[in-house]
């Protein structure tokens, strides 16, 4: 049982950044691959990036790649999200995931955060 809860999330304007973090409990953190994911309101929840139990594998989603970046510290239990050079179509509820397998599908992972609002404005 892993449990997770997310932090960073606030108000910034176009073109600024901010920094996600997520916690886990339990003491197999290491083992499990990791995701961010994203809900905008009246939309799906979409893939933002993941990482594998070591940090050595990433993948992102096409609107991201080059201004997000994930990683992680397996001695702190926690996973990050930088996000640089935000836009407002970023807008969403960020929810970090633990999976056992890396991958890029929700239905993937099995453990998931509360979730933190993300809010950047034009």
């Known amino acids: 049982q892993v449990q997770l809860v997310e932090s960073g999330g606030g108000l910034v304007q176009a073109g600024g950044s901010l920094r996600l973090s997520c916690a886990a409990s339990?003491?197999?953190?290491?083992?499990?691959?990791m995701g961010w994911f994203r809900q905008a309101p009246g939309k799906e929840r979409e893939f933002v990036a993941t990482?594998?139990?070591?940090?050595?594998?990433?993948y992102y989603s096409d609107s991201v790649k080059g201004r997000f970046t994930i990683s992680r510290d397996n001695a702190k239990n926690t996973v990050y999200l930088q996000m640089n050079s935000l836009k407002p179509e970023d807008t969403a509820v960020y929810y970090c995931?633990?999976?056992?397998?890396?991958?890029?599908?929700?239905?993937?992972?099995?453990?998931w955060g509360q979730g933190t609002q993300v809010t950047v404005s034009s």
């Open positions: 990482i594998n139990w070591s940090g050595g594998i990433t």
């Open positions: 339990g003491r197999t953190f290491s083992s499990y691959a």
């Open positions: 995931a633990a999976s056992a397998q890396i991958g890029l599908a929700a239905s993937q992972f099995d453990y």
